[in-house]
């Protein structure tokens, strides 16, 4: 397994830009979400799936966009890129809401480096 | 909303020996999930520990181990016989029960730990 695979690694934008964030995982787990990393600031919640066809906000979604056409793959958008968007970010996904403790762990992605100038 | 609080932005320790990072949170919940992750300087984050709020034991993987205070809403790290590859930044981090949060297993992060393993 690939686990949770990110693309870009690193990615450069001039505000005002657009683009999409890919993130595809192939462990057939419900759950999907995506996180920003600030400097000091640990990860922030985003947007999350808890299936395809279902999304949802989380703590920080303006400036975002989010779908879920299959189980694979949950890409963000960024509709129009601002410098406050400069961040690290990270896709999650887990088998989602299972009572099973051992199949409940998150694993993240590699993560993106988006820099908007 | 819960809060998870890591008191020391940084650490360091002398290579084999013992250290343990502070976490701390606040919750009005009974019920819920603690984590430890790395994240080394690849940025991958990597889950360290677990622990389910309603376990009186203290969780243990290899090295790592964790000292949980319910009462004091506390949940200290321990790394014994420290390594270098061990150097990384850690996050504390605490989940609601799946249940309460209408599918979202949201994470709340503390700001993290540097951590600095000296040979």
């Given amino acids: ?117 | 909303a819960q809060t998870v609080t890591q008191s020391q932005p940084e650490m360091s320790v002398q290579e084999a020996e013992t250290v343990t990072l502070s976490c701390t949170y606040d919750t009005s919940e009974s019920d819920y999930y603690l984590f430890w992750y790395k994240q080394p300087p690849s940025r991958q984050m990597i889950l360290v520990i677990r622990q389910e709020a309603y376990k009186q034991q203290n969780a243990t993987e290899n090295r790592f181990s964790v000292n949980f205070q319910k009462a004091a809403k506390s949940f200290s790290l321990k790394i014994s016989d420290s390594q270098l590859g061990d150097a990384a930044m850690y996050f504390c981090a605490y989940r609601s029960p799946y249940h309460t949060q209408g599918g979202s297993e949201k994470l709340v992060f503390g700001k993290g730990t540097k951590l600095t393993v000296n040979p």
Avoid at chain 1, 26 to 36: F, G, K, L, T
């Fill in chain 1, 1 to 117: 397994n690939a686990g949770v695979t990110q693309t870009p690694k690193f990615q450069v934008l001039k505000t005002g830009q657009s683009m999409t964030l890919q993130c595809a995982q192939d462990m057939n787990h419900e759950y999907m979400s995506w996180y920003r990393q600030d400097p000091g600031m640990g990860l922030r919640l985003i947007h999350y799936s808890v299936g395809a066809g279902i999304t949802d906000q989380g703590e920080v979604p303006n400036g975002y966009n989010v779908s879920r056409s299959t189980t694979e793959d949950f890409p963000l958008r960024l509709l129009s890129a601002a410098p406050s968007q400069t961040s690290v970010y990270f896709c999650a996904s887990s088998y989602g809401g299972r009572a099973d403790w051992g199949l409940d762990t998150q694993y993240f992605g590699p993560g993106t480096r988006l820099t908007v100038l």
